[in-house]
């Protein structure tokens, strides 16, 4: 299964990759030095690079996992409505489907994002994270396979922003990302799952 990365293009490589002690061994914190951003993410994400990109856009990829970022400039049109409109937009342009507004608590910024399944299977949350003390915004899209939700939030909870730049700390380390074959795995267990209990509430 491939991850659907024809979907995002022009993005920058303004990330640095930095690894802290204090952090469990398979996260790493990843700073956008341009915008005083930083987050923390599992190990082995690789930012591509290219000399024509959109310095206001990065990507990190993994294996199993793509992230990208986008910076905006908070305005007056920046309010709960709007942004949950730009989400049914944005996934309705990634013909999303399956899709649910969702809550996801970021220390220090607003918080508005859905998930939804995108057209090859895989799933995708998009975030949009509104600054409480500065004009930033950070649209935030992760692209993952099944079974790997609970990472991907994680990292949206980790997102912080200032000059000492720390990720918000979470109750419990990072899991790894799973690989294709325990992320299908999974899924066929649930879905078994969900059509034993349809059975059983169809019972004569």
Not at 91 to 104: H, L, P, R, S, V
Not at 112 to 127: K, N, S, V
Not at 133 to 149: A, P
Not at 179 to 194: H, N
Request: include cysteine; glycine fraction near 4%.
């Amino acid at each position: 299964m491939r991850l659907a990365t024809k979907y995002f293009k022009h993005f920058a490589l303004m990330l640095s990759v930095t690894l802290l002690p204090a952090i469990t061994a398979n996260a790493r914190v990843y700073t956008w030095d341009k915008y005083d951003i930083a987050f923390d993410a599992p190990e082995g994400g690789y930012v591509p690079f290219s000399f024509f990109q959109d310095p206001s856009s990065a990507q990190v990829n993994w294996d199993e996992m793509v992230m990208t970022l986008q910076h905006y400039i908070k305005n007056d049109k920046t309010n709960k409505k709007n942004l949950e409109e730009r989400l049914k937009s944005r996934a309705m342009g990634f013909n999303m489907y399956d899709t649910e507004i969702m809550k996801i608590k970021v220390k220090g910024f607003k918080c508005h994002a859905l998930e939804g399944t995108m057209p090859d299977g895989t799933r995708c949350i998009i975030a949009y994270l509104v600054s409480d003390k500065t004009t930033t915004v950070i649209e935030v899209v992760i692209n993952y396979l099944y079974g790997n939700q609970e990472v991907a939030e994680d990292i949206i909870k980790s997102f912080s922003e200032g000059n000492n730049q720390k990720p918000n700390e979470r109750e419990k380390p990072k899991q790894k990302i799973q690989k294709k074959k325990d992320a299908e795995k999974e899924k066929q267990e649930l879905e078994k799952e969900k059509k034993r209990k349809n059975e059983k509430v169809y019972e004569c």
